[in-house]
């Protein structure tokens, strides 16, 4: 029995090894197995249908059940951008408008008209225009807000819902700013929080279940 099992676990493993990443698996071609009691002198042979389809089947529901679930943890983050370029941090830093020292509630993001995704799924808080933020659009996500400042271009409105990699915005330069770039605030319970927290748990959570889903396969 043991051996049939090993034999199975193997068949499995090759056939997800061969799917693509983001595809479902079509599973193993297994073929029934039939077992031979002992036979009774003078009695003819009773063939009984082994239970080890069964078992294989249920193996394979539940490593796929648990693919798509990683699947899913995958995609309910995103980076705000394709790439990302720190230009500047979070904390104390030199004005660029005045070289004077000042705190810097955010981040600013090297941007060139790119994309601006949303980074967990939530809804449309607040979209904007000031001298300071420029175009901006607000995210809330539970106790968190997202603000995007400085964007040419803003693809959603106020109370729209939104979910992990939707595009939000365009990068720009407006309001005060020296050049284009996303300028990232996060807040939490409305006190302003390092973005870095943010886009660390986003790199976590991305590498833990990519990490899973290749021993899955492996």
């Given at each position: 029995m043991k051996a049939k099992v090993s034999f199975f676990i193997l068949a499995l493993q090759c056939s997800l090894c061969k799917a693509q990443f983001h595809t479902v698996s079509n599973g193993s071609n297994i073929y029934k197995i039939e077992t031979i009691?002992?036979?009774?002198?003078?009695?003819?042979?009773?063939?009984?249908?082994s239970n080890e389809r069964d078992t294989s089947s249920m193996l394979s529901s539940d490593l796929e059940g648990m693919r798509q679930k990683l699947i899913s943890q995958y995609i309910s983050?995103?980076?705000p951008l394709k790439h990302i370029q720190v230009n500047s941090s979070f904390g104390t830093r030199n004005d660029p408008f005045t070289g004077k020292l000042s705190n810097h509630n955010g981040m600013d993001?090297?941007?060139?008209?790119?994309?601006?995704?949303s980074m967990l799924a939530g809804r449309v808080k607040k979209v904007g225009r000031d001298k300071r933020s420029g175009i901006y659009v607000v995210l809330e996500h539970g106790n968190y807000t997202v603000s995007y400042c400085h964007l040419s271009k803003v693809l959603v409105r106020k109370e729209d819902n939104v979910i992990a990699g939707n595009v939000i915005g365009i990068?720009?330069?407006t309001g005060r700013?020296?050049?284009?770039?996303?300028?990232?605030?996060c807040k939490y319970k409305n006190k302003y929080i390092?973005?870095?927290?943010?886009?660390?748990?986003?790199?976590?959570?991305?590498?833990?279940?990519?990490?899973k889903l290749m021993a899955i396969v492996a």
């Open positions: 009691t002992e036979i009774p002198s003078g009695k003819s042979a009773i063939v009984e249908p983050v995103s980076y993001l090297h941007t060139k008209g790119d994309e601006v995704y990068s720009g330069s700013s020296t050049s284009e770039h996303l300028h990232l605030t390092n973005p870095t927290i943010m886009l660390d748990y986003i790199k976590e959570t991305k590498t833990e279940c990519l990490a």
